[in-house]
């Protein structure tokens, strides 16, 4: 019933910028996640950033602290992770995931689920 649909990726210098999105549809539940994963071939998928639909509340990776920052515009039903001081280990293919409640931190806790869009960070 929900559908998630990413945008934003593609192939940026070390040091550069991206800005990612996600726009959300049926939606049905008062209160909602929506939450950022990567994953680079081989590696596992991890925790990137989260931010409550309703709260505004924000999480964020010890890795990307900092330098991500994710906002909302709910006229649009839409996430933005604002990516700066881009490095090459972030590069990874990332997921725009959705889950009811409360912000989770491991993939296996969301329920839906974009199809993902490559982000490439060459040195």
């Known amino acids: 019933q929900v559908q998630l649909v990413e945008s934003g990726g593609g192939l940026v210098q070390a040091g550069g910028s991206l800005r990612l999105s996600c726009a959300a549809s049926g939606r049905t539940f008062s209160s909602y996640v929506m939450g950022w994963f990567r994953q680079a071939p081989g590696k596992e998928r991890d925790f990137v950033a989260a931010?409550?639909?309703?709260?505004?509340?924000?999480r964020y990776a010890d890795s990307v602290k900092g330098r991500f920052t994710i906002s909302r515009d709910s006229a649009k039903n839409t996430v933005y992770p604002q990516m700066n001081s881009l490095k090459p280990e972030d590069t990874a293919i990332y997921y725009c995931a959705g889950r009811r409640a409360f912000i989770a931190f491991s993939w296996k806790e969301y329920d839906y689920w974009g199809q993902g869009t490559q982000v490439t960070v060459s040195s």
């Open positions: 931010i409550g639909w309703t709260t505004g509340v924000t």
